[in-house]
Structures are given as C-alpha cells and as structure tokens.
C-alpha cells in the first residue's frame, strides 16, 4: 500500500474540536481511507473509515476531499482520554478489507 | 465477545530459545493479521491470512519466523531461533469481510529477548 502523509503530532485542549489532516494524493479510485487510533500500551483501534462520502460514527467524523486526495478525522470534543498516536491509512483494492500499511502516524496531545 | 485474544502477555527468553506466541481470534472473522512493532520500525505487517489460508507473508523477516492457522480458532506465530532483535510487541488483529467496520487488534504480547 502506497503512503499517507500526517503531521508527526498536534495539540489540542480538552473539551475542544480536532481536526487532524491527511495527505493521499495519489489514492487510486477504488482505495478506501482508514483511520485507527493507538493508546499508551494498547494495540491498534479502528476509528473509522470511508470511500467517498463524509462518514460519521460515535467516535468521530470523516470528512473525504472532493478530489480524495485528503481528508481530516473530526473528533468533536476532545477528552484526556483521546490523547493517542493516530493513523491514516489507504487500504488499496476494490474492497474494504486488505492489508493495512501503517506509516508513523500524528501524535495527539491533548491538554486538561 | 472477550475480543482478540492472545498470549502471553509478556514473554522473556534467552537467544537462541524458541518462542511460541499464540492468538485465539473472534469467532466468524475470516481475517487474521500478525503485526511487529518496535519504536525504530513502528507497526510493521507480517503475515496475513483469509479463511485459515495464507495470503500474504512478504513481511516475514526471515526463515526464523513462521505462522501458522490450523483452524478459525487458532494462530501461532514461532520464532526459532530468536534474536535480540526480535524484542518487540506482537499483535493479533482480526477481520470481517462483508461489514462496514474496520480490524479489531489484541493486546500484543512484549517479547523481550535477551
């Protein structure tokens, strides 16, 4: 899988919206946009993911440029416990399931 | 559903020992993943399997490694003979074709050769 581009880290203060931004500007049409999360000492947790359109889901939104070649995870209100390692990922292919490549990914750093 | 599971949760060896690391999946799910992360290498892919077959092991660093699925309920990954450099965190993840959600990760295990 070809590589997404993410700032290494970002802050925010609790209680307010994220936007955190991803580059994948040579995504191939049939390329689906993941994003996972990684706590402290934990394993990798979905997060969301989608195609073309903007998605939304209890945990956050995805809002997918027009041309696909970005897209930025909304988590609305951030807490403490977001504070994670985020990751964008193309899962090429004509499905939605293939293997993840995961780059280094931003660093969220979230401030009482 | 108790989710990925898998063990041990740390594991200490010795060079040169054979290390067995074990990954009991979600019932139904038809993917399974072996990932390696290290802080110099971040998550790194190993080997996939759909439906108890392999797919992909491109990952696989070298013969010491190997991954096995006998059945929907079951995966090793073996090292043998390991290498300090194999000291890493393991994880299992676990997939669902046909559904609108994304991989469900275990909890890893530490691997610590020394």
């Known amino acids: 899988d070809a590589k997404t581009t993410q700032p290494n880290s970002m802050e925010s203060n609790e209680e307010e919206p994220v936007h955190l931004p991803c580059n994948h500007s040579?995504?191939?049409?049939?390329?689906?946009i993941h994003w996972y999360r990684q706590l402290p000492s934990q394993g990798p947790e979905y997060v969301i993911h989608?195609?073309?359109s903007n998605v939304n889901n209890r945990m956050a939104s995805l809002a997918i440029a027009e041309d696909r070649k970005s897209s930025t995870l909304i988590l609305h209100r951030a807490t403490l416990r977001d504070a994670a390692v985020y990751y964008c990922i193309r899962v090429a292919g004509g499905t939605s399931y293939g293997k993840l490549t995961f780059g280094q990914g931003t660093i969220l750093t979230v401030h009482p | 559903d108790a989710g990925v599971i898998q063990s041990p949760r740390h594991e200490v060896t010795e060079m040169g020992q054979e290390v067995t690391l074990r990954c009991k999946p979600i019932s139904g799910h038809d993917y399974l993943f072996w990932y390696r992360q290290t802080m110099m290498r971040g998550l790194e892919l190993l080997i996939y399997?759909?439906?108890?077959?392999?797919?992909?092991d491109s990952g696989m660093p070298e013969d010491r490694f190997s991954a096995k699925m006998p059945n929907a309920s079951f995966s090793t990954l073996k090292i043998q003979p390991s290498e300090p450099r194999d000291s890493a965190v393991y994880f299992c993840?676990?997939?669902?074709?046909?559904?609108?959600?994304?991989?469900?990760f275990g909890s890893g295990t530490r691997l610590t050769v020394v």
């Open positions: 399997f759909n439906n108890n077959v392999p797919i992909d």
């Open positions: 993840a676990v997939g669902k074709s046909g559904t609108n959600y994304g991989y469900t």
């Open positions: 040579t995504i191939s049409g049939t390329d689906y």
């Open positions: 989608g195609l073309t």
